[in-house]
């Protein structure tokens, strides 16, 4: 397929589903060093992250546990830049290791709130891995520990990360294609 059409806009390919998966596996890998001997919390931010949460999870080499936590801040293609938080933790994580398992950092103002709320909960470490970062756009001090891919600032979808809705189940990343 050579782009793809979703709310009237046209997408390419950006990013193919053999190289989501090989930093996927890169990514696990690194978490599963570090979290050797101990068994991290990874929270999945819902609805974007579940498929990278889920691939993460599945490659870990040492146990762990997962849980799920649903923030909203994009309507359509853009961040409305107020963050609701649709569904919350429940776990108790204080003297947990953590591992915030995101889609994508881009103005960062979401992860922030989500790491100031986690903190107050007081986890014995916390860290961040994100599929898609947009340092270009970061308007926060947010650095993530664990990245997939830096892109530069422009729409994407699939793999988890939609537009209203869809387009979360294409394996691959697609980018709006400007020359229509």
Known sequence: MTQVVYNGLRFKPFISAADIDRRVKEIASEISREYEGKVPLL????NGAFPFASDVFRSLSIDAEITFIRLKSYSGTSSTG???????LSEDIEGRDVVVIEDIIDTGKTMARLLDDLRSRRPASLKVATLLHKPEVCTSDIVPDYVGFSIPPAFII???????????????????????
């Open 82 to 88: 107020a963050v609701r938080e649709i569904a919350g």
């Open 158 to 180: 699939g793999y988890g990360l939609d537009i209203d809705g869809l387009a979360r189940n294409l394996n691959d990343i697609w980018v709006v294609d400007d020359n229509r």
């Open 43 to 46: 929270i999945c931010v819902l």
